[in-house]
């Protein structure tokens, strides 16, 4: 008596698992050899495993459900000695397998790790996780076009190759890239040049910035909005509003408005990437980015969305007084989920931003800018502004982020006097 | 278009040049009456008469140097040595006379010589008649070598450095003569010296070679396309000065460059050819430059075998290829 092992066969060209639906056989059954022991399920095929010997089923190492490699142990067979002839001669069939597939080299893995320069260069400029690249060079090298055709997989957006796997590793990575960045940072002020210690919020600031830009895989999306009704709403209250309230009713509180209308609807943009999965915010807490002097602060207003413009004008100047007189609190700056930026503020009219770490995207609202604008192919004087959205590629397509766009300019193309209020 | 044989392209540009050019003269050993050992001059002795057509003694001293002495004078000689082995006694003409003349005169004197010659093996033509001699010219500033591939090469090339004001060394590969054979259009026209030129397109392996080379590089490119090998093949036509923007771009486009040569490994042209690679494009390469070329032993042995085994084929480009596009 003999106890021989039944693997997972390779069942088909480029399979690599399986995946066992149901075992058609259980321990102490008799089987004969060929005899179908398991149902197999694999990316191509659903086929049965035929058993390699005549015996009884002695253990079963594998459950219904388990995913195995080809090659790996499904269950032991004690095989009687009068079969032994026919097993050997299986068995050293299957040995001939085995040093073959040694041999092979697609199998061997040896070069897997070195790297030529062009791979390493490529995959620096495009933030690409060798780890994950499949080498179809000589034992298993990443070769110059394994790399390529990653990066074209990534350009048209089916692939978010970026590296998905390192995010609980972030602040490791974060602190890893800025460490030389500061040891590189050698050189020696002249004479009359003012030198400025990075320290505090600006410390802070730079090292955000370089977790996001080096971290979040960025691209970008701008529309063009007419927010001409909206001007004319504004201009017609605000000198009452700032007299009866005593702060002024702003450009940027109509925006913020919309923006968390939108995030209700589209709320993948409201959402945190989380390594292995995404998680979206049920609360719609926006940033709003306020400068002062060389330091930059990201206060969020709480629960946007249930707010009304007048709300929402006078959480954005609290948290601008508090910001400027330096009173902003930890929980001021908490729990953003998404934030908006006013960089129409300072005349931009187009800007990237980067993407506030762990945010899914961030909204850049330009200036706005009176243009001759086309309408029924007769020119117009129209207030015109630029939005620009940055978004997290692993997190957002440009569909979805088109479709959030086109619906925050629905919302402020249809703000005027008789549909929107300020209360 | 006509159909030529790579020595009927060489016979056609002396003759049409000849014809446009009255200060074209042949000078050489049995290229008159005889019309050359290889018939290249076949024809012209009897068209332009013993005073254009020289034929010369045995002294290839003599025939570069009143090639030298009569392209300073205003001629446009085209010498001829019988072999390109035999181009040994005429290397101080060349070099210290043909080659200088211009930088040390200040710009007075040119010398607007060819001198062609047939190099390599694959013939054979034991050692004396089938080496690669071009490496020993290779970094000799003022002079150019330019050794084509393909009949069109060859006519476009010829006009070009019989009309070219300094002096050209023009290599023809003697087993090329009359086993590559393509389409040469009737008129005039000349292909720039200094430039190479992409043979085929391809995008997983570089092949930068020159000569017959070239044609074994294609071949062994069309066996490997089946397989999903895709070749990229630069002929270098002129090997000095070299192409050098050509070679770096040829270089970055697949990252896996293979260099082929006939001539003796150590210290031919393709090391050079490496050394541009390796100064210009490190961040671009996939794998080691790669270089396929004779042993370092004096060519060529006469014993058939031998001489397969010291020559490059077809067979030994593929395999270098299929290895690189491999690794």
């Given amino acids: 008596m003999a106890m021989e092992k039944i693997n997972m066969p390779q069942l088909g060209e480029s399979v690599t698992e399986g995946t066992i639906s149901t075992w058609l056989v259980k321990v102490g059954d008799q089987v004969n050899k060929y005899d179908p022991i398991a149902e197999v399920m694999t990316d191509k095929v659903n086929a049965e495993v035929p058993s390699s010997y005549s015996g009884v089923i002695q253990e079963i190492v594998a459950q219904e459900g388990d995913t195995l490699e080809v090659g790996a142990l499904m269950c032991y067979v004690e095989v009687a000695d009068s079969t032994n002839t026919q097993d050997s001669s299986h068995s050293s069939s299957d040995k001939v397998n085995e040093t073959h597939e040694s041999v092979d080299p697609a199998q061997e893995q040896s070069m897997k790790k070195r790297y030529s320069p062009a791979v390493l260069r490529l995959s620096q400029e495009h933030d690409i996780n060798l780890e994950h690249v499949e080498g179809s060079g000589r034992g298993g090298r990443i070769t110059r076009k394994d790399v390529e055709k990653v990066i074209a997989a990534g350009e048209r957006g089916h692939n978010a190759f970026s590296q998905s796997e390192k995010a609980p590793e972030t602040n490791k990575t974060a602190a890893k890239q800025t460490a030389p960045q500061h040891e590189r940072v050698q050189q020696e002020a002249q004479a009359g040049d003012i030198e400025i210690p990075v320290k505090g919020v600006r410390k802070m600031i730079a090292d955000n910035m370089v977790q996001s830009k080096t971290e979040i895989p960025h691209a970008w999306m701008t529309v063009e909005v007419d927010v001409t009704d909206l001007a004319k709403l504004r201009n017609k209250v605000k000198d009452d509003f700032k007299q009866n309230e005593g702060y002024s009713l702003t450009y940027f509180a109509f925006f913020v408005k919309a923006v968390a209308q939108a995030l209700k609807e589209y709320p993948a943009l409201n959402s945190t990437w989380a390594g292995d999965r995404i998680i979206q915010k049920k609360d719609i807490h926006l940033s709003i980015a306020v400068a002062k002097d060389d330091e930059l602060f990201v206060p969020v207003i709480k629960h946007a969305d249930e707010k009304t413009i007048k709300g929402i004008a006078r959480s954005i100047h609290d948290l601008a007084l508090k910001a400027r007189t330096g009173k902003l609190t930890a929980d001021d700056m908490q729990g953003g989920t998404f934030t908006v930026n006013n960089t129409g503020s300072f005349g931009s009219i187009s800007s990237m931003g980067v993407i506030n770490h762990p945010q899914a995207a961030i909204l850049q609202v330009e200036s706005i800018v009176k243009r001759p604008v086309i309408i029924n192919d007769m020119f117009a004087a129209r207030d015109m502004v630029n939005l620009s959205l940055s978004l997290d590629h692993r997190i957002l397509d440009g569909l979805v982020c088109g479709r959030f766009l086109a619906r925050v300019k629905q919302i402020l193309e249809g703000m005027n006097d008789e549909t929107t209020s300020i209360y | ?327």
């Avoid at chain 2, 190099?119 to 000799?140: D, T």
């Avoid at chain 2, 009949?151 to 003697?174: S, T």
């Fill in chain 2, 1 to 327: 278009m006509p159909v030529m044989s790579y020595i009927q392209a060489v016979t056609t540009a002396l003759k049409e040049e000849m014809q446009r050019d009255e200060n074209v003269f042949i000078l050489g050993e049995d290229v008159g009456k005889k019309g050359g050992v290889f018939r290249a001059t076949d024809g012209l002795y009897d068209e332009f008469g013993d005073a254009r057509v020289l034929d010369t003694p045995l002294a290839e001293s003599a025939i570069a140097g009143v090639g030298i002495g009569a392209a300073m004078y205003g001629k446009r000689p085209v010498a001829e040595m019988q072999f390109a082995d035999f181009i040994m006694p005429a290397v101080n003409q060349i070099i210290s006379e043909a080659a200088r003349i211009r930088y040390r005169s200040n710009n007075d004197w040119t010398c607007p010589i060819t001198i062609r010659a047939p190099y390599g093996g694959g013939v054979h033509g034991a050692l004396y008649h089938s080496q690669s001699v071009e490496a020993v010219f290779a970094n000799q500033p003022g002079l150019k070598i330019v050794m084509p591939s393909t009949p069109y090469d060859v006519k476009g090339l010829l006009k070009a450095a019989i009309r070219d004001n300094d002096p050209v060394l023009f290599f023809e590969h003697k087993r090329a003569y009359r086993l590559l054979k393509g389409d040469v259009p009737e008129e005039d026209y000349v292909l720039p010296i200094g430039k190479a030129d992409v043979k085929r397109e391809g995008t997983d392996i570089t092949v930068i070679t020159y000569g017959l080379c070239v044609n074994f590089a294609l071949q062994a490119a069309e066996k490997l396309a089946e397989e999903g090998i895709d070749a990229h093949i630069l002929d270098l036509r002129t090997i000095y000065p070299l192409d050098q923007e050509a070679i770096i771009e040829a270089a970055k486009k697949t990252g896996k460059v293979l260099l082929v040569t006939e001539d003796n490994k150590e210290g031919s042209i393709i090391g050079e050819v490496a050394a541009i690679i390796s100064e210009h494009c490190l961040f671009d390469l996939d794998a080691p430059i790669q270089r396929l070329a004779g042993p370092d032993i004096p060519a060529m042995p006469y014993a058939p075998t031998m001489e397969k085994f010291f020559m490059i084929n077809p067979d030994k480009v593929e395999k270098a290829m299929r290895d690189l596009a491999e690794f």
